[in-house]
């Protein structure tokens, strides 16, 4: 068992002595400095952001914590975990702190920190919502507890890591403290209906050594999954309390509650060298990747419960693909990475980084998508406040994505690369530079528009040093410094380095058709539109005076790429007979419209 | 504007002086005398009634009642509409005793009515649930209050027409009279989230002639649809209410709502000699036969909100096609067919009747699916009780669909033949009887094993009359007494019979595969085969030693029929490949299992 404290500034840092084959970079340590990923860093901070917490005013989260702590009258306001919200935003908040060092957001971060740790309870319980409502745990399937309490923690441990302040720690630590004492064998057992919690108690284990909280997240990894959770008429399933994590061979039920346990429960294989639990989250992966998965990478087949479907059924239109959903594959795939060291995390990471999660997000920041479809037909009339169809929305009734989009956009530059003791990996291409202690390196590339990545030495280390570029799956014919690469892999080169050395990947990246799995019967007889990394979408602002539902492509016609510096923020379009596409992420940025990823062989 | 009263005895029996084309026979006046909807018929007098009325003991419906009438003590179970199934059943036993005289039956019933009487409020008002749990009326876009009254009222119609006794239509009477008073222009402007009382006020217009119920169902009709009703995070969609019925043209929202909603218009257009109204839910039926039904004539493609879906959004694993909905389906296109007189209705009652709905019922009769999927997969976990991947259950929380079919069943000889002031139209085929006043038919037939139809005179009419018998649309080569005949119509001889005088139709029952539209993503580059009226599944079952997922047909292949006597009570199997295909209507029979209507070609 370990019990060294973390070392490293980012979201999901294992401990020093854990079994993970590699270690994140500070969030500080590493910068985005240009392109796509700077333009959507840049808007988080300077609109998504600021303008969450005044959302949070209006949907009246933050009235809750001053009707909690006597500053305000009324009842609380919202759904029953409102306060993960404004949790949420604070590890935003905290995360852009050390990436942009503004005071006035420091200064805005601690006032709402002020005001969580006044709503505290003297036992360390902290909820501005259910006691007004219910019984304290009287009814935690649904009440959200143990989750609201999981994101308090996660901002917590963020604000410590980003600004070295114990403002919210020390509220954290009360709660985690009060958790322990209240749960776990021969105490309460009992455990929340969703999942978040596990990774959060890891994450605060990780940052103050207690190994009480390493225990009570195992104990609740393992509790789960014996069928004791049932509410609200939702079956075991919903809950991801149908089988024990270590029995599951896939993922099913409430995508985001299965990925967000699957991310904790790899947190505890990590600290704890739980391999045969690794093992089987692997095997789970394997499975959602194969068989549950969009080829945007978006995760839930099922508006009803925001579930995985079965293998195989994966509907375009009816697509749910929860923005949420894809961040928490991104936080698994990132502690599979570094508990792995493979690739396929990583590849995983860009997929669902750059077509899942950032479809949610509208080009200024200030728009969000719940549902990201894949198939929106002309005059089709959206009933839910969720539609894809509407376009995106200012913010839901269930605020869950937005606040998530932002904290992951914040932190974004701690998925870019890892260390080992000898060695730099560098997992996401991007504009950046990465400070990997004894190696500072710097990444020029256009990419995902380019496929050239330049990887130029700022500071060298001492004697042999390895550096690992990551080389997509799909990047069949790659090259490093001119000389062919394997793709789905990293391209690794050990040796001694002087400043200014540097290495170039060239990424092939020719657009292609890709077809699914031939057991999938939405997408029987189409082809999507891939180009490197981007998933294609035909969308009815480029393609005036066709019905996008009754055209089809033909996968042997040549495909042509066009640079458009004037179009959505500068992007690369792709035209296929008749049909122009624009990358998914960027769809309903003119509006909402039909708009198709599939389309049908000629 | 019509007062006289209605002369026939069976379900939707338009008044004499209605805008009607055709008149329905009494159910007393036809039979099935064998075939396959004569053993469906026997199961339903001899398991799904009695043990329906076991059910309503276990799920505490009946306690229910003698809780409001102080016989028994506690708090009503069951959801807000418990009290419909027992109407629902009523209304079942009603139409049995019609058919069988059993007196047992209707000792039965009469006790049942009798509780039902009693716990009728002095100003007419009957509810067991509602007045425990909220004020009445206080929510009625969720309490289904009018929902309750209209099958009330459906149950005392049939138990008068079927019986001649008065004993549940005075209640019926007196709760009317109380609606008359409360609701409507002036009084409380305000509609039920659940339509069924539109269908039922009319009814109760023609059995009385008291024309304050048909105006007060007439205005439930035009007061729905200005977006008033929000219920328990439904949009007015959700409850047909977002565009007026005059304005719609296609059917949105909760399938069962909205095919309940547009029968209950089109009787208010018949009784009112609306054409406006006619034409447009006209308009809306071939839009949703166009565009929202499935093959197997099931309604409905969202689990979500139990609703249609987009125009062409039809996916198979997923397909929701509620029973109820096919039985709603069935009641809008008989008025249809009653207003029209047009063949392509029957064909829709047909089509919905031998598959959407009979798929619902077990062989025994005593278990049923709420839900019906066109495609389950191998090892499909199902985590919903209504699931189709569970196989059909015994009873449900909502219990909705079983004593749905058993009405159905019970008056499904009301379906089969029309009258008009000269002639006879026969719509359905199954060895039977009709007593159509002037003129007495017997049917002798196989159908819907073999084609052939036999039309015999037992008791001729005077002077020149016309038979006309249905050609389904599918029927291309189909002859009458040797002679071709078109399809999609009816084919008629008037003139003078004898008894014993006989039409003798042939339809073609050539197998065939059939392509949905191609903007329908779930079955593009698939066949469904079909034979007559009845769509076939391959079940794993039949198919030992393959992977249903991995199949292919080609369409191009013989099919071959053979006679299996011996198999589910005597069926016609399909051959094509090494496959064997099933009528779909009697899939999970032989327990659950993987099961598909679509193969992708070959």
């Given at each position: 068992?370990?019990?060294a404290?973390?070392?490293?500034?980012?979201p999901?840092?294992?401990s020093?002595g854990?079994?993970?084959?590699?270690?994140?970079?500070?969030?500080?340590?590493?910068?985005?400095?240009?392109g796509?990923?700077?333009?959507?860093?840049?808007?988080?901070a300077?609109?998504?952001?600021p303008?969450?917490?005044?959302?949070?005013?209006?949907?009246?989260?933050?009235?809750n914590?001053?009707?909690r702590?006597?500053d305000a009258?009324?009842?609380?306001?919202?759904p029953?975990?409102?306060?993960?919200?404004?949790?949420?935003?604070l590890?935003a908040?905290?995360?852009e702190?050390?990436?942009?060092?503004?005071?006035?957001?420091?200064?805005?971060?601690?006032?709402?920190t002020?005001?969580?740790?006044?709503?505290?309870?003297?036992d360390?319980?902290?909820?501005?919502?259910?006691?007004?409502r219910?019984?304290?745990?009287?009814?935690?399937?649904?009440?959200?507890?143990?989750y609201?309490?999981?994101h308090?923690?996660?901002?917590?441990?963020?604000q410590k890591r980003?600004?070295?302040?114990d403002d919210?720690?020390?509220?954290?630590?009360?709660?985690a403290?009060?958790?322990?004492?209240?749960?776990?064998?021969?105490?309460?057992?009992?455990?929340d209906?969703?999942?978040?919690?596990?990774?959060?108690?890891?994450?605060?284990?990780?940052?103050?050594?207690?190994?009480?909280y390493l225990d009570?997240a195992?104990?609740?990894?393992?509790?789960?999954?014996?069928g004791?959770?049932?509410?609200r008429g939702?079956?075991?399933?919903?809950f991801?309390?149908?089988?024990?994590v270590?029995e599951?061979?896939?993922?099913?039920?409430?995508?985001?509650?299965?990925?967000?346990?699957?991310?904790g429960?790899?947190?505890?294989?990590?600290?704890t060298?739980?391999?045969?639990?690794?093992?089987?989250?692997?095997t789970?992966?394997?499975?959602?990747?194969a068989?549950?998965?969009?080829?945007?990478?978006?995760?839930?087949?099922?508006?009803?419960?925001?579930?995985f479907?079965?293998?195989?059924?994966l509907p375009?239109?009816?697509?749910?693909a929860?923005?949420?959903a894809a961040?928490?594959?991104v936080?698994w795939?990132?502690r599979?990475?570094?508990?792995?060291?493979?690739?396929?995390?990583a590849?995983?990471?860009e997929l669902?980084?750059?077509?899942?999660?950032?479809?949610?997000l509208?080009?200024?920041?200030?728009?969000?998508f719940?549902?990201?479809?894949?198939?929106?037909r002309?005059?089709?009339?959206?009933?839910e406040?969720?539609?894809?169809?509407h376009?995106?929305r200012?913010?839901?009734?269930?605020?869950?994505?937005?606040p998530?989009?932002?904290r992951?956009?914040?932190?974004?530059a701690?998925y870019l690369?890892?260390t080992?003791?000898?060695?730099v990996?560098?997992?996401?291409?991007?504009?950046?530079t990465?400070?990997?202690?004894?190696?500072?390196?710097?990444?020029?590339?256009?990419?995902p528009w380019?496929g050239s990545?330049?990887?130029?030495?700022?500071?060298?280390?001492?004697?042999?040093?390895e550096?690992?570029?990551?080389?997509?799956?799909?990047?069949?014919?790659?090259t490093?410094?001119?000389?062919p690469?394997?793709?789905?892999?990293?391209?690794?080169?050990?040796?001694?380095?002087?400043?200014?050395d540097?290495l170039?990947?060239?990424l092939p990246?020719d657009?292609?058709?890709?077809?699914?799995?031939?057991?999938?019967?939405?997408?029987?007889g189409?082809?999507?539109?891939?180009?490197?990394?981007?998933?294609?979408?035909f969308?009815?602002?480029?393609?005036a005076?066709?019905?996008?539902?009754?055209?089809?492509v033909d996968?042997?016609?040549?495909?042509?790429?066009?640079?458009?510096?004037?179009l959505?923020?500068g992007?690369?379009?792709?035209?296929t007979?008749d049909?122009?596409?624009i990358?998914?992420?960027?769809?309903?940025?003119?509006?909402?419209g039909?708009m198709?990823?599939?389309?049908p062989?000629?």
């Amino acid at each position: 068992m370990t019990s060294a404290i973390t070392t490293s500034a980012s979201p999901a840092a294992p401990s020093v002595g854990a079994h993970a084959r590699l270690r994140p970079i500070a969030v500080g340590s590493a910068a985005v400095t240009g392109g796509l990923w700077k333009q959507r860093i840049d808007a988080n901070a300077d609109a998504s952001i600021p303008e969450g917490r005044a959302q949070l005013e209006k949907a009246k989260n933050l009235l809750n914590f001053r009707i909690r702590v006597g500053d305000a009258e009324g009842e609380p306001a919202g759904p029953i975990f409102a306060d993960s919200d404004v949790y949420k935003w604070l590890e935003a908040a905290a995360w852009e702190y050390a990436r942009s060092q503004d005071e006035g957001l420091l200064r805005d971060q601690l006032e709402v920190t002020e005001l969580v740790a006044r709503a505290q309870d003297a036992d360390g319980y902290l909820n501005t919502v259910v006691p007004a409502r219910q019984e304290r745990y009287g009814e935690l399937p649904w009440s959200h507890e143990h989750y609201c309490a999981g994101h308090l923690i996660q901002a917590a441990v963020a604000q410590k890591r980003a600004t070295g302040r114990d403002d919210l720690l020390d509220v954290a630590v009360r709660l985690a403290d009060h958790l322990v004492a209240t749960f776990g064998p021969g105490r309460t057992e009992d455990i929340d209906g969703h999942p978040v919690i596990e990774m959060a108690l890891v994450e605060l284990f990780r940052e103050t050594g207690t190994q009480a909280y390493l225990d009570l997240a195992r104990w609740f990894v393992d509790a789960r999954g014996h069928g004791i959770i049932e509410a609200r008429g939702h079956a075991p399933t919903y809950f991801s309390d149908r089988l024990p994590v270590r029995e599951a061979t896939t993922v099913e039920g409430h995508a985001v509650r299965a990925v967000y346990l699957a991310a904790g429960a790899a947190d505890v294989a990590i600290e704890t060298g739980d391999d045969a639990l690794l093992a089987q989250l692997a095997t789970q992966y394997a499975s959602m990747r194969a068989e549950k998965q969009y080829v945007t990478g978006g995760l839930g087949s099922r508006w009803d419960g925001e579930a995985f479907g079965d293998a195989h059924e994966l509907p375009n239109d009816r697509a749910y693909a929860e923005t949420c959903a894809a961040i928490g594959g991104v936080q698994w795939a990132w502690r599979m990475l570094l508990a792995t060291g493979e690739a396929q995390y990583a590849d995983q990471i860009e997929l669902m980084l750059l077509n899942g999660m950032l479809a949610g997000l509208s080009l200024p920041g200030t728009e969000y998508f719940y549902v990201n479809a894949l198939h929106i037909r002309e005059g089709a009339h959206p009933d839910e406040e969720r539609s894809a169809a509407h376009g995106r929305r200012g913010w839901f009734d269930c605020a869950c994505c937005p606040p998530n989009i932002m904290r992951t956009l914040s932190s974004l530059a701690g998925y870019l690369a890892t260390t080992t003791d000898g060695g730099v990996q560098i997992h996401q291409f991007a504009p950046s530079t990465i400070d990997a202690g004894s190696a500072a390196l710097r990444v020029e590339t256009s990419y995902p528009w380019d496929g050239s990545v330049r990887v130029v030495v700022d500071e060298a280390p001492d004697g042999e040093f390895e550096i690992a570029i990551r080389v997509p799956e799909w990047a069949e014919g790659a090259t490093l410094d001119g000389l062919p690469v394997d793709a789905g892999g990293y391209a690794t080169v050990t040796r001694a380095w002087a400043r200014g050395d540097e290495l170039v990947l060239e990424l092939p990246l020719d657009a292609r058709f890709v077809a699914a799995h031939p057991r999938v019967d939405e997408a029987r007889g189409q082809r999507a539109l891939v180009r490197g990394p981007l998933v294609y979408a035909f969308e009815a602002a480029d393609n005036a005076g066709v019905v996008l539902d009754d055209q089809s492509v033909d996968p042997a016609s040549a495909v042509t790429a066009e640079e458009r510096p004037d179009l959505l923020g500068g992007v690369t379009t792709l035209r296929t007979g008749d049909l122009t596409a624009i990358p998914y992420h960027l769809w309903a940025n003119r509006g909402p419209g039909a708009m198709r990823v599939w389309l049908p062989v000629d």
